[in-house]
Each structure stands twice: as C-alpha cells, then as structure tokens.
C-alpha cells in the first residue's frame, strides 16, 4: 500500500527541487551554457534564449511543479491502492 501523502510530498519535492536547480542555474548565468550543450549532445542547434532571472518566475515555477508532482503522486497512489485491494493484487 503506498500513503498518498508521503507518495504525493515526495515527487512534489522531487520536480520542486529539480526546478529550483534550473531556478539556480539560470540565477548563476549556468543556464544558456547547460541548455547549449545539452542540445548540442542532441544534434540540435539551439533556438532558445534564457531570459534574465526572475524571483516571481522562478517561485511560479517550483510552486507550480511541486503542486503537479504532488496531485499527480497523490492520485496515482489512491488509484493503486484501490486496484491492488479489489483486485487481489499483492
């Protein structure tokens, strides 16, 4: 049985904590090097420009993404339980 809570605060932290890392990257100037490289390993030429830091976005952001981990966790958790207990899964 997997709590929805703890399911839900977990992957909630996880993207949270992953965008607060590009949240920090682009806060340090990191952000147009690493997105440049990383489509570079790709073989695609970057057509994207990194705006300039913003606290607004960049709480938007991670508010946001920990808001959809956490309800997509939470339910994803009530919909196994449920399955695994009419089911007879185990």
Known sequence: MINPLKAGVAIGALLGGYH???SLFVALGWAQPLIDFVFWMHFIQPGFVIRPFSLP???ALI???FMAGF???FFFA???NR???HQGFE
């Open 71 to 73: 309800v997509i966790a």
């Open 78 to 80: 009530v919909l196994w």
């Open 57 to 59: 976005a960049a709480a």
């Open 83 to 85: 399955l695994h207990r």
């Open 20 to 22: 607060l890392c590009w």
């Open 63 to 65: 508010i946001f993404t």
